[in-house]
């Protein structure tokens, strides 16, 4: 449950990406919301996760900001020699307060915890003067052996998919790609997809092709990849996506606007899963 002033807050950035959407020509996702790295806190260094790893990640395409560091106005004041920019605006970030109230339940008092959402602000490095912010860029991961750390089988066949019933992955030959970077966005995106194996995290992978689970299904993919290009630091430019998935979305954004916040928390479920793997292998 959401007030109306934290449901406008949220209404007003899903309403940014579905007018970038619907223009975006090349995907689902604007190719430029692959920055350098996922967003972070700068002072906790705590990544933010679902909807606002992609508010955050929009924000600074849209704001043209280098960095993928964030503050709240407190943070700052505390951070010796640091203040904000004139005019710099802030940008929402939401979360989940949970309250207790008791009910009656046949007779007896019980305890409940309901979540409300809540919001708050924070600003990025680039809106701020005295703080210094490393420029080394994240170190590339090997690909072949990040995919293989999660022990999905990948067959050479002539189109890209993945099949529950069987558990793999089919995937063209690198050459048939039009650079190294489709081809990882490629197999980052089916790799996305595994996730949802009923051994995994058993998503609902049952929908038929262009029904609303499929497209569902579809964009948890899309955006789980896009974290995990970001995370490696890879970046892609002609990754395409089908239009019927592009329309569902955007329609399916003006109906519901919790659309958005419950495709990143699948999505973000599904990378955190991929990067657990990488640390068992470890």
Same mark, same amino acid.
């Given at each position: 449950m959401a007030n109306n002033i934290t449901q406008d807050k949220m209404n007003e950035i899903v309403q940014k990406v579905i007018t970038s959407i619907d223009k975006n020509e090349t995907g689902i996702w604007n190719k430029c919301w692959i920055g350098s790295n996922l967003p972070q806190n700068f002072k906790t260094q705590i990544a933010y996760s679902g909807f606002n790893t992609l508010t955050l990640m929009f924000m600074q395409s849209e704001m043209g900001f280098s960095s993928n560091q964030w503050l709240t106005f407190n943070q700052v004041k505390f951070i010796k020699g640091a203040? $904000? /920019?004139?005019g710099s605006t802030s *940008?929402?970030?939401? =979360? =989940?307060?949970? $309250?207790e109230r008791e009910e009656i339940v046949e007779g007896k008092k019980e305890k409940k915890s309901i979540p409300l959402l809540k919001f708050y602000y924070v600003f990025n490095t680039d809106q701020e003067e005295g703080i210094n912010i490393s420029t080394e860029k994240p170190q590339n991961v090997e690909l072949n052996k990040f995919v293989s750390n999660c022990n999905v089988e990948i067959k050479t066949n002539h189109t890209a998919f !993945?099949?529950?019933k069987n558990d793999y992955i089919g995937m063209p030959d690198l050459k048939l =790609? /039009? #650079?190294s970077e489709? !081809?990882? &966005? *490629? $197999?980052l995106h089916e790799l996305a997809h595994s996730t949802g194996h009923s051994s995994r995290l058993d998503r609902d992978m049952t929908g038929e092709f262009a029904s609303e689970a499929y497209s569902f299904e579809e964009c948890v993919?899309? $955006? #789980? #990849?896009m974290f995990l290009m970001s995370h490696l630091n890879i970046q892609n430019e002609t990754k395409n996506s089908e239009a019927y998935i592009k329309g569902w979305l955007v329609d399916g954004?003006? &109906?519901? *606007?919790k659309l958005l916040w419950r495709i990143a928390s699948k999505a973000n479920k599904a990378f955190q899963y991929i990067l657990e793997q990488q640390e068992q292998a470890a």
């Open positions: 203040k $904000l /920019k004139k *940008t929402p970030i939401f =979360f =989940f307060k949970m $309250l !993945y099949t529950p =790609f /039009k #650079s489709a !081809y990882a &966005a *490629t $197999l993919a899309e $955006l #789980s #990849s954004l003006k &109906a519901d *606007t």
